[in-house]
């Protein structure tokens, strides 16, 4: 339970518009969630990743793609590898 409304997709909002205040961003945002509590964000970002943790569950969440937890590292190292470019390469284990 929280004490006031919690929504990240307003928070989103909040961080994108305080980078856009002390730096030029260009292309597309992404945003990475494993839960529903992520579906605002999810739906605000230009690029929507569902992170899989457990194969037991599977949340139906907003998201575009998906990747298990176990493959993150391997994908953050192809991103920062194609200069932050995402591609839906990327995804593929």
Known sequence: MYITKVSKGDAFEI???KLSQISDITGQIMYLGDSENDDPAFRKSDVSIGVSSDDRLSPRLD???TIKFEN???FFNRLVDNNYIFSE?????
């Open 15 to 17: 961080v994108v518009s």
């Open 63 to 65: 998201y575009t793609y």
């Open 72 to 74: 993150l590292p391997s």
């Open 89 to 93: 390469s990327l995804l593929t284990f």
